[in-house]
């Protein structure tokens, strides 16, 4: 996949469609814009003006909570227009291609995709399509990246742990399906973090996972020994071809995290999930609800992330 789309000759940001080949100085100081974002003493995100008259669509063609709700206060907070097009009552369902939608949508005037797609790609054909002053998002697609989603992770790590040149993080669960893992490898190797583990069974790692730069183990005993942070992910079902795993209460003995496989870890460690998360299969509820969770926090500081990369794209115009 084209992965220099997103960036031009002189190393701006055009488009956010994937971690992958971004420089860290473009991470960081999406990382630094989004805490501008944050009130320091209340821990409010302010509304500010800097996308005001614009307008921003929101293409969700595969169901979201998080994303799709975040990016609508992002934009909102910086003072956008969010159309949030319903996929299910548009046209698409009378055989409209994706890239005639999308030319409407640009004669509507619309300054941003926000795109997510069961299908890898779908922001890149999108971005690759449309004239250079509007800009793309990708809010997930296939199983190939989720951009923002590892920005967050990033930020959420950073503000409970900012020297991150000592960390240990373990990604643990369905890495062969998850765009998430594929962008917290990419970001969380690209800010120097000391070292990056998968845990997963067999069936669940692709192939040459080890050359992304992870440390590889199928056992939690051993994955989760002295790690900082934890990154739980779900198990994809709906990615997912034939039977993989024996049953979900064979993998959640193996694989779930429960209060006696966090203590592996180090006594401060930080657990983390990108949602939805499926409680009982890869993750116990009194991990979850309990005191090393910061998976809520994740999700607020999704909303500071992806105003910082918006008003980066506009501003970078
Ligand atoms: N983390 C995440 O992408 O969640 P949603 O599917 O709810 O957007």
Redesign the pocket.
Known sequence: MQTNLQLTKEGRLRHLLTIEGLPSDTILNILDTANRFIDPKTHEIQKVPLLSGKAVFNLFFE??????TTFEIAAKRLSADVINLNINTSSQSKGETLLDTVDNLVSMQAAMFIVRHNESGAAHLIARHVAPHIKVINA?DGRHA?PT?ALLDLFTIRYFRPDLSRLRVAIVGDILHSR?ARSDIHALNAMGIAEVRVIAPYTLLPKGIELLGVKVFHDMAKGLRDVDVIIILRLQNERMSGSLLPSPQEYFKSYGLTSEKLRLAHPDVLVMH???MNRGIEIDSAVADGPHSVILSQVTFGIAIRMAVMSILMKED
């Open positions: 169901n979201s909570t998080r994303t799709r997930g989720h989603q998430v990108p949602g939805p």
